[in-house]
């Protein structure tokens, strides 16, 4: 699969260190639900870099969004983030991805757990979710340090309250919003248990955030009872998809 030209049309900032991105590119495939890029910048000296951005759109619009989370000694997310405007033109390869996907036609009930940016494929699940008029029952769980680094929080809250369907839990581990019933702590083994499906649902987990984040998670699903074959995993951070 080849690099194909692809434009800035849109930005959208997400947080003060994450923006979204949406790019057009000509003669676009679409993409599944979770799937994601790479994007290629070039230098005026020739030289490349290439980093992988999980797909933020929902797969029925036809459209491709990135969100872009900045690292501090990254080659990349600063140029995305602070950097790249409006027509200014990137490369683009793929869409890729075929096992952490949502698909839109399954029934089945969908738990999501996201990390920090690790939302980032799980909001293209969810808005797909909405887009399809989808009847699955479907669960976010999403840990992040305060509601200021939360990726989505408003268009969450107003998905939440118009799909019946879509449930949303959050954990805040530095920082919560005034008046949250719980003091900020670090996503445990108890709170996870207690928003997550029951084992007996037989629901299909997707957990997307840094490696000891997933690793963690699904050890403790594991160990919950809940199907190892039944648990998908995106991990990024030195490994994976980078957010």
């Known amino acids: 699969m080849s690099f ?34 790479d994007v290629r910048l070039t230098a005026e000296d020739g030289y490349t870099a290439v980093r992988s951005y999980s797909i933020a759109s929902s797969a ?6 990135i969100t872009v989370d900045r690292l501090i000694d990254g080659e990349v997310s600063p140029y ?12 683009v390869r793929g ?10 036609d399954e029934d089945s009930p969908v738990q999501l757990i996201g990390g920090g940016s690790g939302v980032v494929p ?3 699940m969810i808005r797909t979710h909405g887009d399809a008029e989808s009847a699955a029952p479907f669960r976010l769980l999403y840990s992040m340090r305060s509601p200021a680094s ?17 449930t949303i839990d959050y954990v805040f581990s530095r920082e919560t919003p005034r008046g949250w ?21 037989q629901a299909t987990f997707f957990v997307c955030g840094s490696t000891p984040f997933v690793e963690t998670v699904a ?6 009872g809940h199907a190892p074959e039944k648990i998908r995993t995106e991990r990024f951070g030195g490994t994976g998809v980078t957010q």
Do not use: C, K
Request: net charge negative; charged share 20%.
């Open 95 to 104: 869409p890729a991805g075929g096992w952490f996907v949502w698909r839109g």
């Open 4 to 37: 194909a030209p692809a434009t800035i049309t849109a930005v959208r900032q997400e947080s003060p260190g994450a923006r979204t991105l949406t790019l057009a590119v000509d003669n676009w495939p679409g993409h599944s639900a979770g799937q994601h890029v």
């Open 181 to 201: 019933p719980r003091e900020p702590a670090r996503l445990d083994r108890t709170a996870l248990e207690a928003s997550v499906f029951e084992p007996a649902v």
């Open 80 to 91: 995305l983030v602070d950097v790249a405007a409006i027509g200014d033109r990137v490369e």
């Open 60 to 65: 029925v619009s036809g459209t491709l969004e």
């Open 219 to 224: 050890d403790w699903l594991v160990d919950a």
């Open 150 to 166: 939360a990726l989505y929080y408003s268009e969450l809250a107003d998905r939440a309250a118009s799909d019946h369907d879509l």
């Open 122 to 124: 799980l909001m293209s």
